[in-house]
């Protein structure tokens, strides 16, 4: 059964500072892969995602991640915080059967 | 409608009811999820619903839990008999049934179910 596991439970970074959340997976073929963004009292969005291809994948607000097989890793990034980025962040990986499974999360606190 | 919509936003209600929690997909979309929120934990996942298939409902915790889904569209997850630890926030999320590639899943904004 695959399962994502994400390290980190809670991050604080400086805004303006670069960010990094790990995240790696346990799935037997070849994943497809997900990131998504929940801020307070908000359902879960989109960040981006991974199937095949160009190993490095570019999202929304400014947020990359990049596939590292060898690692099973799809660790996600971003140059420089804003204040808005405080969110949690969850990454994803489905299964051929179309089911999401999702790590625990990681709170991202963003100070001044 | 343009997203997940989800219904009651907020549901408090007395140990041993029954509560229902709605959901209405993407129009057109013909997965839909079910998942499970609870404080400080991740997601976890419920019930699969995908077109006119037998449903997946192997992360149902308990026979009290249970979820339909009428004519492909609108579903309802209903759990009887509520416990404390039912205490969570129920996301929905539907996606379009991929003929290459994935569109991902596109999720509600979740029914908070407090059990007091």
């Known amino acids: 059964a695959q399962s994502v596991t994400q390290p980190d439970i809670h991050i604080t970074v400086s805004e303006g500072a670069s960010l990094e959340l790990r995240c790696n997976y346990s799935?037997?073929?070849?994943?497809?892969l997900f990131w998504y963004v929940q801020s307070p009292g908000q359902g879960l969005q989109l960040l981006l995602k991974y199937f095949s291809g160009d190993t490095l994948v570019q999202g929304i607000k400014g947020f990359e991640a990049e596939f590292k097989r060898s690692q099973s890793s799809f660790n996600l990034r971003k140059p420089s915080v804003h204040w808005s980025d405080a969110a949690e962040y969850f990454c994803?990986?489905?299964?051929?059967?179309?089911?999401?499974?999702f790590g625990a999360g990681t709170t991202v606190t963003v100070r001044a | 409608g343009a997203g997940v919509s989800q219904s009651p936003s907020n549901k408090v209600t007395e140990k041993g009811k029954d509560v229902e929690l709605r959901c209405d997909p993407i129009?057109?979309?013909?997965?839909l999820y079910w998942y499970r929120q609870s404080l400080g934990q991740g997601l976890e996942f419920l019930i699969y619903f995908q077109g006119n298939s037998a449903p997946d409902k192997s992360g149902l915790p308990s026979d009290r839990f249970s979820a339909e889904r009428t004519g492909g569209s609108v579903s309802t997850l209903t759990i009887q008999r509520t416990q404390q630890e039912d205490s969570a926030v129920y996301l929905c999320?539907?996606?379009?049934?991929?003929?290459?590639?994935?569109?991902?899943?596109?999720f509600g904004s979740g029914t908070r179910l407090t059990v007091v």
């Open positions: 994803a990986v489905r299964s051929n059967d179309y089911k999401l499974s």
């Open positions: 999320a539907s996606s379009p049934r991929r003929t290459q590639g994935d569109s991902g899943y596109t």
């Open positions: 799935y037997g073929a070849t994943p497809y």
């Open positions: 129009s057109g979309h013909t997965a």
